[in-house]
């Protein structure tokens, strides 16, 4: 490698990486980032005197340190005044409009989690500090440095502040926690304290490990020309540092209640925790002029969203047995409102975990919602004890048919194929939407069906009389024909419901459709090795979907004979044109909507994507196209306008 590749290999590295973490669309796989990372550590250990300052290979933290040195900030970090509702969101706005005239509003999420300020000077980054008081903090520039979102340079030459958020991923924080318990150690309460105790480890390669993001939201000291607090951004993340999912410059009560309806309404949907949304004045001149209370600045504003973590008192734990067998405890709390809706259990994952965290009933305990819709206990607030609490005893037999339970540690099982439990929720799981989806057989019907006797497994669903159903409480003669139809139309169904019906483990849903596309109701014949070379598919899947097929072949013939499904429809083979097999992307306004341009395109057989990688073969744009077709052309994909694709296909 010469020193003109070295220099070459590092820039197309960190363009790998910026497109990984940056913009969460990777253009090459982990096997060809790690092979040429290793090229360039092979040349820097040769020529250590030409090692670039951006090189990937810098972020490698060094040696832990004994304590951490305390640093103050070149200017002072605010904290942000909190709103919670419309009202109050009036007033304020009123309140700024009586200050100055004629501003508008950045309105950008609220980030859950630790804030940090960097320091870049001649385009290096000099100094990570964490927020501290908000004047001195503590200098964890070692740290910042194995966060894959924080470019080590800049193109920006002059001395400045961008301050942002420290966040991990809720996906993240949920893989970190299984791995936690796993080693028995203690758990993260939440994706916050998960990323605030990994920003400050006094050991840059645990740091390095938990996937930290650094989310930017403001600017500290600089010498900026910008006058406008959405272009100073916009500079901001042009220089490598992450978007937010959204964020709107806008004025007005409607305009910023709308932006934040929007973003309370996609919240569950982001990677990251959001608390809120901010609100800051665009003009930084205004903002000068509004200037500061002793804490908070009068140009920004946090409206917070409602609490996804709250505090409660555990009154209960029950026992739930579900279709495998599977027994796991389910905590009663204290009624609470979580956001907008009123909570009475939680989750408790398994009896292992009771026992690590040591949750008695009368605790006092904070249950989270961070993804799942079913929250779950984070925490026990132990110093709330008063000695009334009770410590739990598992189990030792089911509480349904009371046979004796198997203990596997983290899997508590009830083996008595015969158990109520387990065989009104497989049918309950056999009819429900993702299965077969028949309307009208809810939990309580099949209970009742189960209880008189009628039912006993699925297949004497399709064995029901009207007659049978009629003598039941509460069966008028409408209610139960149309039960009846109900489970006769789940005949023909699509083949993948089929599939998913049967309740094999690990395949789910998505697996199911996948089976279904590659090889129809003929998924029984299939060997570990097809299974295996699907993509999406592994080891445990392939084992577990044989393993089913291999005990039960029976029921899935009479099943397969019962419903008859549907083999997916073979897509007719498209006509030849330019855009066939083709992977299509769409931006801009078009002469008609997307979507019918979308469908024309997919009948032709091309495959239409949302996003442009290397691997697209043309954007076609229309007008106001955006960083699309920006992205198309830094990536030298090709661009066709509307008009040229029709023509292309005359
Ligand atoms: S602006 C001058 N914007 O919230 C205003 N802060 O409650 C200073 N935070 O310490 C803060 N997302 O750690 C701002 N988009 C955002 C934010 C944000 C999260 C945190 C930040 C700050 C705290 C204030």
């Given at each position: 490698?010469?020193?003109?590749?070295?220099?070459?290999?590092?820039?197309?590295?960190?363009?790998?990486?910026?497109?990984?973490?940056?913009?969460?669309?990777?253009?090459?796989?982990?096997?060809?980032?790690?092979?040429?990372?290793?090229?360039?550590?092979?040349?820097?250990?040769?020529?250590?005197?030409?090692?670039?300052?951006?090189?990937?290979?810098?972020?490698?933290?060094?040696?832990?340190?004994?304590?951490?040195?305390?640093?103050?900030?070149?200017?002072?970090?605010?904290?942000?005044?909190?709103?919670?509702?419309?009202?109050?969101?009036?007033?304020?706005?009123?309140?700024?409009?009586?200050?100055?005239?004629?501003?508008?509003?950045?309105?950008?999420?609220?980030?859950?989690?630790?804030?940090?300020?960097?320091?870049?000077?001649?385009?290096?980054?000099?100094?990570?500090?964490?927020?501290?008081?908000?004047?001195?903090?503590?200098?964890?520039?070692?740290?910042?440095?194995?966060?894959?979102?924080?470019?080590?340079?800049?193109?920006?030459?002059?001395?400045?502040?961008?301050?942002?958020?420290?966040?991990?991923?809720?996906?993240?924080?949920?893989?970190?926690?299984?791995?936690?318990?796993?080693?028995?150690?203690?758990?993260?309460?939440?994706?916050?304290?998960?990323?605030?105790?990994?920003?400050?480890?006094?050991?840059?390669?645990?740091?390095?490990?938990?996937?930290?993001?650094?989310?930017?939201?403001?600017?500290?000291?600089?010498?900026?020309?910008?006058?406008?607090?959405?272009?100073?951004?916009?500079?901001?993340?042009?220089?490598?540092?992450?978007?937010?999912?959204?964020?709107?410059?806008?004025?007005?009560?409607?305009?910023?209640?709308?932006?934040?309806?929007?973003?309370?309404?996609?919240?569950?949907?982001?990677?990251?925790?959001?608390?809120?949304?901010?609100?800051?004045?665009?003009?930084?001149?205004?903002?000068?002029?509004?200037?500061?209370?002793?804490?908070?600045?009068?140009?920004?504003?946090?409206?917070?969203?409602?609490?996804?973590?709250?505090?409660?008192?555990?009154?209960?734990?029950?026992?739930?047995?579900?279709?495998?067998?599977?027994?796991?405890?389910?905590?009663?709390?204290?009624?609470?409102?979580?956001?907008?809706?009123?909570?009475?259990?939680?989750?408790?994952?398994?009896?292992?975990?009771?026992?690590?965290?040591?949750?008695?009933?009368?605790?006092?305990?904070?249950?989270?919602?961070?993804?799942?819709?079913?929250?779950?206990?984070?925490?026990?607030?132990?110093?709330?004890?008063?000695?009334?609490?009770?410590?739990?005893?598992?189990?030792?037999?089911?509480?349904?048919?009371?046979?004796?339970?198997?203990?596997?540690?983290?899997?508590?099982?009830?083996?008595?194929?015969?158990?109520?439990?387990?065989?009104?929720?497989?049918?309950?799981?056999?009819?429900?939407?993702?299965?077969?989806?028949i309307?009208?057989?809810?939990?309580?019907?099949?209970?009742?069906?189960?209880?008189?006797?009628?039912?006993?497994?699925?297949?004497?669903l399709f064995?029901l009389?009207?007659?049978?159903?009629?003598?039941?409480?509460?069966?008028?003669?409408?209610?139960?024909?149309?039960l009846l139809d109900a489970i006769n139309g789940a005949e023909g169904?699509?083949?993948?419901?089929?599939?998913?019906?049967?309740?094999?483990?690990?395949?789910?849903?998505?697996?199911?459709?996948?089976?279904?596309?590659?090889?129809?109701?003929?998924?029984?014949?299939?060997?570990?090795?097809?299974?295996?070379?699907?993509?999406?598919?592994?080891?445990?899947?392939?084992?577990?979907?044989?393993?089913?097929?291999?005990?039960?072949?029976?029921?899935?013939?009479?099943?397969?004979?019962i419903?008859?499904?549907?083999?997916?429809?073979?897509?007719?083979?498209?006509?030849?044109?330019?855009?066939?097999?083709?992977?299509?992307?769409?931006?801009?306004?078009?002469?008609?909507?997307?979507?019918?341009?979308?469908?024309?395109?997919?009948?032709?057989?091309?495959?239409?994507?949302?996003?442009?990688?290397?691997?697209?073969?043309?954007?076609?744009?229309?007008?106001?196209?955006?960083?699309?077709?920006?992205?198309?052309?830094?990536?030298?994909?090709?661009?066709?306008?509307?008009?040229?694709?029709?023509?292309?296909?005359?």
């Amino acid at each position: 490698m010469t020193k003109e590749q070295y220099r070459e290999n590092v820039a197309l590295l960190n363009k790998y990486a910026h497109y990984y973490y940056v913009l969460d669309d990777p253009l090459t796989t982990d096997d060809v980032y790690d092979r040429l990372y290793h090229e360039v550590l092979a040349f820097e250990e040769k020529n250590p005197t030409d090692v670039l300052k951006e090189s990937p290979t810098q972020r490698v933290g060094g040696t832990p340190l004994d304590k951490f040195t305390k640093a103050s900030h070149p200017s002072r970090m605010w904290s942000l005044e909190d709103i919670f509702n419309a009202q109050e969101l009036q007033k304020w706005l009123e309140k700024t409009g009586k200050l100055v005239d004629n501003i508008s509003f950045y309105c950008e999420p609220k980030y859950d989690g630790a804030s940090l300020n960097l320091i870049y000077a001649n385009g290096e980054l000099a100094q990570a500090i964490t927020r501290g008081d908000g004047v001195v903090g503590e200098e964890v520039t070692q740290n910042a440095k194995t966060i894959q979102s924080i470019p080590l340079t800049i193109a920006h030459q002059g001395k400045i502040e961008i301050r942002g958020e420290v966040v991990i991923f809720k996906d993240e924080f949920e893989k970190i926690n299984i791995e936690r318990a796993k080693e028995g150690e203690a758990q993260f309460a939440n994706p916050r304290n998960a990323a605030a105790g990994s920003l400050r480890q006094l050991d840059p390669k645990i740091t390095a490990k938990r996937n930290l993001v650094f989310l930017p939201y403001g600017i500290g000291i600089n010498d900026l020309e910008e006058k406008l607090l959405h272009k100073r951004m916009e500079l901001v993340y042009s220089w490598g540092f992450r978007e937010p999912p959204r964020r709107k410059t806008t004025a007005g009560f409607e305009a910023i209640e709308e932006v934040y309806e929007q973003m309370k309404a996609e919240r569950d949907g982001y990677a990251m925790m959001l608390d809120g949304m901010v609100i800051k004045v665009d003009q930084v001149e205004a903002q000068e002029e509004m200037g500061y209370t002793v804490k908070v600045p009068r140009w920004a504003m946090a409206y917070k969203f409602p609490a996804v973590e709250k505090i409660t008192t555990l009154k209960d734990v029950i026992l739930q047995v579900g279709r495998s067998g599977a027994v796991t405890p389910v905590a009663i709390v204290e009624k609470v409102d979580l956001d907008g809706a009123m909570v009475e259990r939680a989750s408790l994952h398994n009896f292992d975990e009771i026992d690590r965290k040591d949750i008695r009933i009368g605790d006092k305990v904070i249950i989270l919602r961070s993804g799942d819709v079913i929250p779950k206990i984070v925490k026990v607030l132990t110093h709330e004890r008063d000695g009334s609490q009770k410590p739990y005893i598992r189990p030792t037999a089911c509480p349904v048919c009371n046979s004796e339970l198997l203990d596997e540690g983290a899997l508590t099982k009830c083996q008595n194929l015969a158990c109520s439990a387990r065989v009104v929720n497989a049918i309950i799981y056999f009819a429900s939407k993702p299965c077969l989806n028949i309307d009208g057989l809810g939990d309580k019907i099949v209970e009742t069906l189960y209880n008189e006797g009628l039912i006993n497994n699925v297949t004497d669903l399709f064995s029901l009389t009207l007659d049978q159903l009629l003598a039941l409480e509460g069966f008028k003669e409408k209610k139960s024909q149309k039960l009846l139809d109900a489970i006769n139309g789940a005949e023909g169904c699509e083949c993948w419901r089929y599939i998913n019906a049967l309740g094999i483990e690990h395949i789910g849903e998505v697996a199911s459709k996948t089976l279904c596309e590659n090889f129809g109701v003929a998924f029984t014949e299939v060997s570990k090795e097809e299974l295996i070379a699907i993509d999406g598919f592994g080891e445990e899947m392939a084992n577990s979907l044989l393993e089913f097929v291999r005990v039960n072949a029976e029921h899935i013939t009479t099943l397969e004979q019962i419903l008859m499904p549907k083999a997916p429809a073979k897509k007719e083979e498209a006509v030849e044109n330019p855009f066939k097999a083709k992977t299509v992307v769409l931006t801009g306004s078009m002469s008609e909507s997307r979507g019918n341009i979308k469908t024309m395109l997919e009948a032709l057989g091309a495959k239409v994507s949302g996003s442009v990688s290397k691997k697209t073969d043309f954007v076609i744009y229309g007008e106001d196209a955006g960083s699309k077709y920006d992205k198309a052309v830094s990536l030298g994909v090709e661009t066709i306008t509307e008009t040229k694709m029709r023509e292309m296909l005359r």
